[in-house]
């Protein structure tokens, strides 16, 4: 959950946003602010600043940023959804968190969601 809200940029991870079912799932709920193209991340999942992404995660956004190029379905599919610029902006994303292997670090500004729970 805390590559993905990285990758779409989410401005409002909760801590109620992520659910755990009876089964052991997490589900992530409420994707409503995601894919700006300005740095507007903020969300509860910063206790993994500074740690290395697992690597079975770093090989899928590697695999994830193949499918960001014009020619793949997925750039099409994403083209419908979403302004040209926001999936420039995602590939770059993608490109950082494969480059640094590590949680990104908080920036200054804003970057716990408001409400708090």
Same mark, same amino acid.
């Given at each position: 959950? !805390? +590559?993905? &809200?990285?990758?779409?940029?989410? !401005? &409002? ?10 089964? %052991? $799932?997490? #589900? ?5 602010? /995601? @894919? ?6 903020? +969300?509860?999942? #910063?206790? @993994? !600043?500074g740690q290395p992404i697992p690597p079975e995660i770093t090989e899928a956004v590697r695999r994830l940023?193949?499918?960001? +190029?014009?020619?793949? $379905?997925?750039?099409? *599919? *994403?083209?419908r959804l979403i302004a040209p610029d926001e999936i420039a902006a995602l590939r770059r994303r993608a490109?950082? *968190?494969? !480059?640094? $292997? /590590?949680?990104?670090?908080? %920036?200054? %500004?804003?970057?716990?969601? #408001?409400?708090? *729970?």
């Open positions: 959950v !805390a +590559t993905y &809200d990285i990758l779409v940029n989410n !401005a &409002d991870r909760k801590g109620g946003h992520v659910l755990l079912d009876r089964q %052991g $799932e997490l #589900w992530a709920i409420d994707h409503g602010l /995601c @894919f700006h193209t300005d740095p507007k991340l903020r +969300t509860v999942i #910063w206790d @993994f !600043a940023r193949k499918e960001l +190029t014009p020619a793949t $379905e997925l750039h099409s *599919l *994403l083209g490109d950082r *968190l494969i !480059a640094a $292997e /590590c949680y990104p670090q908080p %920036g200054s %500004g804003r970057n716990y969601p #408001w409400p708090p *729970l």
